[in-house]
């Protein structure tokens, strides 16, 4: 079965800096895809980036980008010019692809991540 | 357009008692998800509809655990004899088709307390 682990429960960061996520996974399969959505207080999660495994280029969507090392099963995610309202839960997820018709997510534990002014 | 709703977005009961969960998928939207989010974790699968049915209800912790999607929209999680351990927040989402490709757009959820 796959796994997601996330090593950081929380992390801090000073406005308009950077910070890195942590994200490391298990898996048997070679094609899968793999997600980092933020949930703020309201609780409705919000897709971030998104990476497809075949492709060896790393995803980016303006300020958020990320390292992903498919021999290595990390996918950590890098958020540039910090703004405040980046505070929220982050997590890491993976989506397998068995033949394509299921596709449920699954999650890490999250990492807090609090923005201070 | 009108994104994932999910009624009620509080539910407190007491231990024993059933509750239904409402799910109100994106229009046109086939596919759709259940999840489970205790405290301080990561949201668990719980059941995925394609349609009508389910098509994979793996994730159900036991047999008081039960959703309907009888009509391909609207979804009901229906919880029998609740107990402690069932208070979390219940997640839905929905997606366009169940392919690994579809982004999955989640409702604010609903929080269960049970008492």
């Known amino acids: 079965a796959q796994t997601v682990t996330q090593s950081q429960p929380e992390m801090s960061v000073q406005e308009a800096e950077t910070v890195t996520l942590s994200c490391t996974y298990d898996?048997?399969?070679?094609?899968?895809?793999l997600f980092w959505y933020k949930q703020p207080p309201s609780r409705q999660m919000i897709l971030v980036i998104r990476?497809?495994?075949?492709?060896?280029q790393n995803a980016t969507e303006n300020r958020f980008s990320v390292n992903f090392q498919k021999a290595a099963k990390s996918f950590s995610l890098k958020i540039s010019d910090s703004q405040l309202g980046d505070a929220a839960m982050y997590f890491c997820?993976?989506?397998?692809?068995?033949?394509?018709?299921?596709?449920?997510?699954?999650f890490g534990k999250g990492t807090k991540l609090s923005v201070k002014p | 357009g009108a994104g994932v709703s999910q009624t009620p977005s509080n539910k407190v009961t007491e231990k024993g008692k059933y509750v239904e969960l409402r799910c109100d998928p994106i229009?046109?939207?086939?596919?759709l998800y259940w999840y489970r989010q205790s405290l301080g974790q990561g949201p668990e699968f719980l059941i995925y509809?394609?349609?009508?049915?389910?098509?994979?209800d793996s994730g159900l912790p036991n047999d008081r655990f039960f959703a309907v999607r009888p009509e391909g929209s609207v979804s009901t999680l229906k919880i029998q004899r609740t107990e402690r351990g069932d208070s979390a927040v219940y997640l839905c989402?929905?997606?366009?088709?169940?392919?690994?490709?579809?982004?999955?757009?989640f409702g604010p959820g609903t929080r269960l307390t049970v008492t």
């Open positions: 997820a993976y989506r397998s692809s068995p033949g394509g018709s299921q596709g449920n997510l699954i």
């Open positions: 898996t048997s399969e070679s094609d899968y895809y």
């Open positions: 509809f394609q349609g009508t049915g389910a098509a994979d």
């Open positions: 229009s046109g939207h086939t596919a």
């Open positions: 989402a929905s997606s366009l088709a169940a392919g690994r490709s579809y982004e999955q757009y």
């Open positions: 990476q497809e495994a075949y492709k060896q």
